[in-house]
Nanobody, 125 residues
């Protein structure tokens, strides 16, 4: 079992930056692809970015491409989401999640086995 705890959310003005962190418990962090998802009120949970087990492959949603960067440090059991040039439409509850299946499933929410509780990001205009 993997427990995930997100941190780093908050209130920021448009154009600002935040760095989210997700700390994982257990000794098998490197066995999981990791993803960041977000859910705004009244909307579905959407994939933001995902990173492979070793960090060599990443995928960013079109809505965040060029502004957000996902990374991981397997020695620290932590995945990060650097968010720059934030926009009001980025306002959401951000979740990290762990996926032990093949990399080809990394874009599919159902493929993620473990989820954190989320951290709120609010971007004011």
């Amino acid at each position: 079992q993997v427990q995930l705890v997100e941190s780093g959310g908050g209130l920021v003005q448009a154009g600002g930056s935040l760095r989210l962190s997700c700390a994982a418990s257990g000794r098998t962090f490197g066995a999981y692809a990791m993803g960041w998802f977000r859910q705004a009120p009244g909307k579905e949970r959407d994939l933001v970015a995902t990173i492979s087990r070793g960090g060599g492959s990443t995928y960013d949603a079109d809505s965040v491409k060029g502004r957000f960067t996902i990374s991981r440090d397997n020695a620290k059991n932590t995945v990060y989401l650097q968010m720059n040039s934030l926009k009001p439409e980025d306002t959401a509850l951000y979740y990290c999640a762990a996926n032990r299946r093949a990399w080809e499933t990394a874009r599919l929410p159902w493929a993620y086995d473990y989820w954190g509780q989320g951290t709120q990001v609010t971007v004011s205009s």
